[in-house]
């Protein structure tokens, strides 16, 4: 079954140190991927998406994630994260061979915790 | 702007009570969702519209209706069959067509049972 997993229900950073949040996939083909990020009480804001060629994407706010086939991953990165990143992430996925949002896998999410 | 408006914000409501969610966009997409969110369970699609008129169950329908009669809305009515209405409720919205499949949200409407 096609699957994305978020392995870290919750991260604390310290403000200005580095970011990696994980994100797993299983599907059969290379699926489309995307990260959103979602601030208490709101809606979903798409940070991210890669459907094909380079696997390093550059997203809005500074992010960046790669697409690394061998393990299967789309990982989420930042070099310095700032307090207002402190908000919670999901990735979603999407298989190309049958393409349709309905068909849209989320994570279940981490939550961002940033500390002075 | 161009967006997705969700209301009410909050809503509550006695058992035994349906209720219906708006959900207007602006955006001139063809397609239109609406995800449940519950903490530690990601989203879950509820039902979704890809034209006019019609529409299809996604993974957890069953206690929800919904209706698309015009391009722009798609209400989502919470009915007393749910077992555990409460929630945090999503709207989104998508081209179909010469895009990349990105979903557009709403801002959400947040739904307690008393």
């Known amino acids: 079954a096609q699957s994305v997993t978020q392995p870290d229900i919750h991260i604390t950073v310290s403000e200005g140190a580095s970011l990696e949040l994980r994100c797993n996939y299983s599907?059969?083909?290379?699926?489309?991927l995307f990260w959103y990020v979602q601030s208490p009480g709101q809606g979903l804001q798409l940070l991210l998406k890669y459907f094909s060629g380079d696997t390093l994407v550059q997203g809005i706010k500074g992010f960046e994630a790669e697409f690394k086939r061998s393990q299967s991953s789309f990982n989420l990165r930042k070099p310095s994260v700032h307090w207002s990143d402190a908000a919670e992430y999901f990735c979603?996925?999407?298989?190309?061979?049958?393409?349709?949002?309905?068909?849209?896998?989320f994570g279940t999410g981490t939550r961002l915790t940033i500390i002075p | 702007d161009g967006g997705i408006t969700q209301s009410p914000k909050y809503l509550f409501r006695k058992e035994g009570q349906n209720v219906t969610l708006s959900c207007e966009q602006n955006l001139n997409h063809d397609a239109m969702y609406w995800y449940r969110q519950d903490p530690g369970q990601g989203l879950r699609l509820i039902y979704y519209?890809?034209?006019?008129?019609?529409?299809q169950k996604g993974d957890i329908a069953e206690g929800y209706s919904v209706s698309r009669e015009k391009k722009e809305s798609f209400p989502l009515t919470v009915t007393s069959a749910q077992k555990n209405p409460t929630a945090f409720y999503l709207c989104?919205?998508?081209?179909?067509?010469?895009?990349?499949?990105?979903?557009?949200f709403g801002e959400g409407s947040r739904l307690t049972v008393l």
């Open positions: 519209s890809q034209i006019v008129n019609d529409f």
């Open positions: 599907y059969g083909a290379t699926p489309y």
């Open positions: 979603a996925g999407g298989s190309p061979t049958n393409f349709g949002n309905e068909k849209l896998t």
């Open positions: 989104a919205s998508s081209q179909l067509t010469g895009t990349s499949g990105e979903l557009f």
